[in-house]
C-alpha cells in the first residue's frame, strides 16, 4: 500500500517564486491535513479537508492556499514563497478510527 | 487555543527505561497520542490513550494520564538504539471538523550504549 504520498520530496525556490504541494491518499479517507514542521515548533497545521469539497484554515494559513481536488488528492500552493515558508511539509489524513497517516514530508527551502 | 508542551531533548542508556513528558491545557481533550518521527521521516502513531483512561500499556510502551494534572507520560522500557528518535504528543477533541491534532514541540529522545 502506498499510503500517503507527497511530491516534491525536495525544493528550493527563491523569494516570489509560487508552486504547489502535491499529495495523494489511496486509503479512501475523508479527511487529509497539510502541516508544517519547523523546529522547537512541532506541527502546526496550515489547511485541513475534512471531506471532499471543503476545506478550512488551521493554525498558520497565511500565504497558502489549498484545493480539496477529489476525495484523493488535497494540494497545498505558495502564490508568493517567503524565506519564512522554508520548512518541512507534511501530508496526513485520517482513518475513520481517527488515526493520522503521514506522508513522507516535502523540505522546502525558500532563498 | 490549545497548546501542548514538552521538552526538547532526553537522553538515555541503551537498556534503560526513558520517560517522556507532556502537558496539555484543553480539558476537553478526548484522544492523546503519542507519535514518533525517524530521521528523514514522517510521524507514526506508537499509541494512543482515551480520556478516560488512567493508563495503557502495549508492550515496552506505558502510558500514563493524569486528566486532573492534564499530564501524559510515555514509558519506553528496556531502550534500545532503534528507538532514538524525536517523539510527538498530540491531543484531539473531536469538533466533527475533522481529526483536528494539535502537537507538542517533539522530544529527542537519543539512546547511548
Known amino acids: 500500500n502506498a499510503g500517503v504520498t507527497q511530491t516534491p520530496k525536495f525544493q528550493v525556490l527563491k523569494t516570489g517564486q509560487s508552486m504547489t504541494l502535491q499529495c495523494a491518499q489511496d486509503?479512501?479517507?475523508?479527511?487529509m491535513y497539510w502541516y508544517r514542521q519547523d523546529p522547537g515548533m512541532g506541527l502546526r497545521l496550515i489547511y485541513y479537508?475534512?471531506?471532499?469539497?471543503?476545506?478550512d484554515k488551521g493554525e498558520v494559513p497565511n500565504g497558502y492556499n489549498v484545493s480539496r481536488l477529489n476525495k484523493r488528492e488535497f494540494s497545498l500552493r505558495l502564490e508568493s514563497a517567503a524565506p519564512s515558508q522554508t520548512s518541512v511539509y507534511f501530508c496526513?489524513?485520517?482513518?475513520?478510527?481517527?488515526?493520522?497517516?503521514f506522508g513522507e514530508g516535502s523540505r522546502l527551502t525558500v532563498l | 487555543g490549545e497548546d501542548v508542551e514538552q521538552s526538547l531533548f532526553l537522553s538515555v542508556r541503551e537498556g534503560d527505561s526513558s520517560v517522556i513528558n507532556c502537558t496539555y491545557t484543553?480539558?476537553?481533550?478526548?484522544?492523546l497520542y503519542w507519535y514518533k518521527q525517524e530521521p528523514g521521516a514522517g510521524l507514526q502513531l506508537l499509541t494512543y490513550?482515551?480520556?478516560?483512561?488512567d493508563m495503557k500499556q502495549d508492550q515496552r510502551l506505558t502510558v500514563l494520564l493524569n486528566k486532573k494534572d492534564k499530564h501524559l507520560s510515555l514509558r519506553i522500557a528496556d531502550t534500545q538504539t532503534g528507538d532514538s528518535a524525536i517523539y510527538f504528543c498530540?491531543?484531539?477533541?473531536?469538533?466533527?471538523?475533522?481529526?483536528?491534532?494539535?502537537f507538542g514541540t517533539g522530544t529527542q529522545l537519543k539512546v547511548e550504549l
Open positions: 496526513a489524513s485520517t482513518s475513520p478510527g481517527g488515526e493520522l497517516f
Open positions: 486509503m479512501n479517507h475523508n479527511s
Open positions: 479537508s475534512a471531506s471532499e469539497g471543503t476545506t
Open positions: 484543553d480539558s476537553s481533550s478526548t484522544y
Open positions: 490513550i482515551f480520556s478516560n483512561m
Open positions: 498530540a491531543e484531539t477533541a473531536f469538533t466533527g471538523g475533522g481529526n483536528k491534532l494539535t
